[in-house]
């Protein structure tokens, strides 16, 4: 549901504006949490880590292993890999 969603079933008087000013303040700390992921240097390891918001555990991997992953070859081999098997993946609602 959208903003405009909202304030169209206010206008219907399908919602009140006390339960509208919810509904539109619950959808923006849905936006703001919908942040770009934070990247983190492993001190220990020297390795570099990228934290998604939602999942529990980073995903870590070494420098050069990152550099040849985004690669432009792999990251096309990578988006091809994900749309063809998109049924066979969990994913966040």
Known sequence: MTKQDILAKVERGELKASEAMSLIEKLDRLEKKKKAPKFKVAEKSG???IYFDGLR???TLPAECWEEL???ENLTRLQNFLK???HLFKTKE
């Open 57 to 59: 555990y980073p995903c």
């Open 47 to 49: 390795w570099c880590s």
């Open 84 to 86: 063809e098997n998109k």
């Open 70 to 72: 985004l690669e432009q």
